[in-house]
């Protein structure tokens, strides 16, 4: 028998679809099990395949021109009311996800699960404040409007799955689309619960979709399906690649943000504490973070004062239970995914890179790895050039500003770049020199929602935030008018 709800953390979680407004359940299912203890076995989820893409797409396509002919202020009243929602069962969002995910219980109760609900209440509110562009010539007056796109699927990657869902959902939802969510099958909970909030909020049947399953099911399905048009995908390179080759079949617009390696400099006229603190984190969530400055180019003259710093914060970590507020270091998701970070450790190892501390899991059953640092004896290193997505860093030195930006541009990514530097004009030389979609001068992960965010290179196409989303969500429509021509 099917179970349609389990209790997780003390909260129900369905572990159905959500299609047209009702839960829905598969003829089979796959196993969510918890990162915290491997033993644990969370739910048994909904496997969707053909027959569920399917059943979503007609659902979210039956409701779009409904949904659409709305006014925006129509639509941001019913997205603050699940952002009330959210904000109002932040505790059993974050209670599940960390049994789900195993990010820190703490982080998501304090800042991850809000920005949720922040998503809703923005985009809704930008949406309502879009100042259409408008001007004469050659004797019309123009005006750039936005038209809903359609049917828009969102396929999420497993580190952060509620706030990732909802940065994406929010601004298809506000530009007046319907969606359906996929969530990635490691981590499917918390999106599930979100799903439950949508009901609450009554929102209109079809309009917001979830369909559980395996990407290369379900997933497949969904944007190989020629009524879907937007995608917005967060994952992979290779899978980003398949869904390209699935978005062109079908001309349809897409979005990926497909990862990072970004350079984390550290020049010698820097505030090395505040630079060797702000390192450390890069071991937060296990290193399962996109973000992530993960190859340390250090100046050659401030090096071993460097390194000595950064190794005394990064032995601060606890790792532990995310449960645990004196934790500060998750365990990885998967036991496929701790051997994957493990082998590339191990290979650049045994390839010649020197390890200069961690490079190992916990001796216990569990999925914990330790902070890890290596100096590659090549930029051409694997470990250098690779996500690893893990905790695990690398640790170059340089001689000139040139070199640092030569080594920070050498990989095939290009999502996001850390600088730090006690000078201005330097600061504005290498980040206008990075290619990368995000710059942060002595500081990281400060976000604006109204800015552009995204990568170059492997690291994706398109941007979102802000009105680049709710541009990326509509198609854009010239009107012009005649000069002269006046109401009947
Ligand atoms: P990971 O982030 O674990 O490397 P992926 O990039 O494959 O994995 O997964 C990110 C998301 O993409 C997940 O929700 C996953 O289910 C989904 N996915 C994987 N393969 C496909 C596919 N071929 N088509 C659509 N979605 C997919």
């Not at 690893?388 to 999502?415: K, M, W």
Request: proline fraction near 5%; charged fraction near 20%.
């Amino acid at each position: 028998m099917i179970v349609e709800r389990v209790s997780v953390a003390g909260v129900e979680v369905a572990t159905g679809h959500f299609i047209d407004g009702v839960r829905v359940q598969s003829a089979t299912t796959f196993e969510d099990r918890s990162p915290l203890d491997w033993d644990l076995k969370l739910a048994d989820v909904a496997r969707g395949g053909e027959a569920e893409a399917h059943a979503a797409v007609s659902a979210a396509l039956e409701a779009f021109p409904a949904w659409a002919a709305l006014s925006t202020v129509e639509r941001q009243g019913y997205l603050h009311r699940l952002a009330d929602l959210i904000d109002s069962n932040v505790e059993r969002i974050a209670a599940v996800e960390c049994l789900d995910m195993a990010m820190l219980e703490e982080s998501l109760r304090l800042r991850v699960i809000g920005r949720g609900a922040r998503n809703f209440r923005a985009y809704a509110d930008l949406a309502v404040a879009y100042e259409a562009r408008q001007w004469d010539s050659n004797g019309t007056h123009n005006t750039v409007l936005r038209m809903p796109a359609g049917p828009s699927a969102v396929i999420t990657p497993w580190n952060a799955p509620f706030m990732l869902s909802t940065w994406k959902c929010a601004p298809a939802l506000a530009a007046g689309n319907t969606v359906i969510l996929k969530p990635a099958e490691w981590s499917p909970l918390s999106c599930s619960f979100l799903m439950d909030l949508v009901d609450d909020a009554a929102f209109p049947r079809g309009v917001f979709n979830m369909v559980q399953g395996i990407g290369s099911e379900v997933g497949a399905a969904l944007v190989a399906d020629p009524r879907v048009r937007r995608i917005s995908f967060t994952g992979s390179p290779a899978t980003g690649r398949a869904i390209g080759v699935a978005a062109a079949k079908n001309l349809v617009p897409f979005t990926a943000e497909l990862g990072g390696k970004g350079p984390f400099m550290v020049f010698s006229d820097a505030d090395l504490d505040a630079a060797a603190e702000k390192a450390a984190l890069m071991y937060d969530d296990a290193g399962q973070v996109c973000l992530a400055g993960t190859r340390l180019l250090v100046e050659s003259s401030c090096r071993d004062a460097f390194v000595e710093r950064f190794t005394e914060t990064a032995g601060r970590h606890i790792l532990g239970d995310s449960r645990d507020p004196t934790t500060t270091m998750s365990p990885l998701i998967h036991p496929q995914h701790l051997e994957r970070v493990e082998g590339f450790v191990n290979r650049a190892v045994s390839e010649g890179d020197r390890l200069v501390f961690g490079g190992h899991r916990l001796a216990a059953n569990g999925l914990w790895f330790e902070p890890t640092l290596i100096e590659p004896r090549s930029n051409d290193s694997e470990i250098v050039q690779n996500e690893v997505f893990g905790p695990v860093l690398t640790l170059q030195a340089f001689e000139t500003e040139d070199e640092a930006i030569r080594l920070a541009n050498s990989t095939p990514y290009g999502l996001s770049a850390i600088v730090y530097t006690s000078d201005q004009a330097k600061a504005d030389r290498v980040a206008s020199a990075v290619r990368a979609g995000t710059v942060w001068v002595n500081c990281f992960l400060v976000r604006d929602l109204t800015a552009p965010f995204g990568g170059t290179g492997v690291s994706g196409i398109g941007r979102e935030g802000g009105d680049y989303a709710l541009d990326f969500y509509s198609d854009l429509k010239t009107y012009q008018v005649k000069e002269g021509t006046t109401h009947g």
